[in-house]
């Protein structure tokens, strides 16, 4: 199974932090977060990952090269300036990603083992993605779960999950969020969720970095 690790947002909320760098180089615990999404799909047994660019991304590049020094294979696919949004970076980049693949947002750090979306069972058509409570910056959520669609508790969508690829079958390429799709596809009974209870932070701002690196230190 292949991952797709997204990069290729502006990350103006980091500024000036990434006026000169992509978010996902920003160091957490002493290496770049992205470089801990690599470590812990390789753990997982995934060791080819596409990784797709656009602000800074010749960084991430130069950087990682071919992956072959963390013991991976890794492809980018190159998007236009500003970026394709999530769903539009994903449909970009299928012909490199294969029948069934795991996404990860660049910008998140968590503890999540991604080995446990390789044993799901997934149905054509279909997607499983990982909530995780709010946090204090997005307190409403976004998505109930799934196997209790009348209840009123929303949690937030941690930015990790596995496709199929054919969840994607039918949109043209082209600048697209993720978020409406997945609503629409939950109401067709089309995405699974699970909430997990552990460690995830959205990297998202400097105030955050800097306590996800306290919180991390020695």
């Given at each position: ?88 970076g994903i449909i970009q980049a299928l012909p490199l990603l294969g029948e069934s693949f795991i996404v990860i947002n660049g910008d998140v750090y968590s503890d999540y083992d991604v080995s446990a979306l390789m044993q799901l069972h997934l149905q054509p058509k ?93």
């Open positions: 199974m292949k991952a797709m690790i997204l990069a290729a947002g502006r990350g103006k909320r980091m500024m000036p932090l990434t006026a000169q760098l992509p978010k996902p180089m920003l160091c957490v615990a002493g290496k770049p977060l992205i470089e801990h999404h690599i470590m812990r799909l390789k753990a997982a047994g995934i060791t080819q990952i596409i990784i797709n660019l656009a602000w800074q991304g010749d960084k991430i590049k130069t950087y990682f090269a071919d992956g072959r020094a963390w013991g991976v294979t890794i492809t980018y696919s190159q998007e236009v300036t500003g970026g394709l949004e999530t769903a539009g279909e997607a499983h993605i990982v909530l995780v409570e709010n946090p204090a910056h997005n307190p409403d959520g976004d998505f109930t779960l799934s196997h209790l669609p009348t209840s009123s508790l929303r949690y937030t969508f941690s930015g990790i999950g596995r496709y199929q690829a054919d969840f994607f079958e039918g949109l043209a390429p082209g600048i697209r969020p993720l978020g409406p799709l997945l609503r629409e596809k939950l109401n067709e009974h089309l995405v699974s969720t699970e909430l997990y209870i552990g460690q995830w932070d959205d990297v998202g701002t400097p105030e955050r970095l800097s306590a996800l690196n306290q919180q991390l230190a020695p």
